[in-house]
């Protein structure tokens, strides 16, 4: 089982919507919880971190972990044509950061 | 402040051919990372750095060398470049082990 598991997509919403990407990990002792997001032919950067069960909100961003069930999500609300990018879920494993493959999100004007 | 920089941006190696990964950060991090990133896979950790002086291999070394004689620089080796050693190569640092890494633009590298 991989450490980190992504939805690969491409996942399609029309712009307004809100995007939901959604990430699982295997090791139940993961603390710290993490979102890249990547442009294409870029490199990725930090968008929302979160450390503790429930809701982390940043503008239109929300994060959400659900530890019991290993999961944490990103929601994207009013989501806009220039947040059409791939968005990496990362989990902290030892003193490494373990990246999922990624979602790639596409919103439609 | 440039943050992370890596040269070359692109380069294509004949197989068996050797070269060295630039990665340069002048924001006096202490961790430092390399990553490979392959088409619709995520990053790949190949070796990372504490410090100057400090290495250790990550998920995926082999066929790769580091050095660390500097805060500032952290080159990557590749000795008898292989097809499958084709990849997107991307440089972070960090400040200690906080998850904020920084991250350089990649060298795209294709080996032939």
């Known amino acids: 089982q991989k450490e980190v598991e992504q939805n690969s997509g491409p996942l399609s919403v029309p712009e307004g919507a809100i995007a939901s990407l959604n990430c699982t990990y295997s090791?139940?002792?993961?603390?710290?919880f993490f979102w890249y997001r990547q442009y294409s032919g870029k490199s990725p950067e930090l968008i929302m971190f979160?450390?503790?069960?429930g809701d982390k909100e940043d503008g239109r961003f929300t994060a959400q972990l659900n530890k019991a069930s290993q999961y944490v999500s990103l929601l994207i609300r009013d989501s806009q044509p220039s947040d059409s990018a791939t968005y990496l879920c990362?989990?902290?494993?030892?003193?490494?950061?373990?990246f999922g493959a990624g979602t790639i999100l596409r919103v439609k004007s | 402040n440039a943050g992370v920089t890596q040269t070359p941006k692109f380069r294509i190696l004949k197989i068996g051919q050797s070269m060295t990964l630039q990665c340069t950060q002048d924001?006096?991090?202490?961790?430092m990372y390399w990553y490979r990133q392959d088409p619709g896979m995520g990053l790949k950790l190949i070796y990372y750095?504490?410090?100057?002086?400090?290495?250790d291999k990550g998920e995926v070394p082999n066929g790769y060398n580091v050095s660390r004689s500097t805060t500032e620089d952290f080159p990557l080796r590749l000795e008898l470049a292989a097809p499958s050693q084709t990849s997107v190569y991307f440089c972070?640092?960090?400040?200690?082990?906080?998850?904020?890494?920084?991250f350089g633009p990649g060298t795209r590298l294709t080996v032939t």
């Open positions: 972070a640092s960090s400040y200690g082990q906080l998850p904020e890494q920084y």
């Open positions: 090791d139940r002792g993961s603390q710290s």
């Open positions: 979160i450390y503790s069960n």
């Open positions: 990362a989990v902290i494993a030892g003193n490494k950061l373990v």
């Open positions: 924001m006096n991090h202490n961790y």
């Open positions: 750095s504490v410090g100057a002086g400090i290495t």
